[in-house]
Nanobody, 121 residues
Framework: QVQLVESGGGLVQPGGSLRLSCVAS????????MNWYRQAPGKQRELVAR???????NYADSTAGRFTISRDNAKNSVYLQMNSLKPADTAVYYC???????????????WGQGTQVTVSA
């Protein structure tokens, strides 16, 4: 079984920083893109940042210049450094990955359980 486990959420004041981490574990043959999504109350889940296995990155317009996504392929991990946080960044943040598991015959989508980020004074 493949699992994604996030950590690093919490409460931070506006202008502050947080670093989210996500580790993929289990029987993984290949790890493709790793991504961060977020979902605020009453809103649809949205893509925050994406990083390919080769290291290419994409960001939502609302986070570009403030957030940085990175990954450590040796550790099957992805990180999201969030700076200059705003109250509008308050949401549950989810790790997502496209993974070819050893017990599967195809690439599947996997999600973490989510971690709460609250930006408030």
């Amino acid at each position: 079984q493949v699992q994604l486990v996030e950590s690093g959420g919490g409460l931070v004041q506006p202008g502050g920083s947080l670093r989210l981490s996500c580790v993929a574990s289990g029987s993984i043959s290949r790890l493709y893109s790793m991504n961060w999504y977020r979902q605020a109350p009453g809103k649809q889940r949205e893509l925050v940042a994406r990083i390919t296995s080769g290291g290419s990155t994409n960001y939502a317009d609302s986070t570009a210049g403030r957030f940085t996504i990175s990954r450590d392929n040796a550790k099957n991990s992805v990180y999201l450094q969030m700076n200059s946080l705003k109250p509008a960044d308050t949401a549950v943040y989810y790790c997502h990955a496209r993974i070819f598991a050893t017990a599967s015959d195809r690439v599947n989508d996997y999600w973490g359980q989510g971690t709460q980020v609250t930006v408030s004074a």
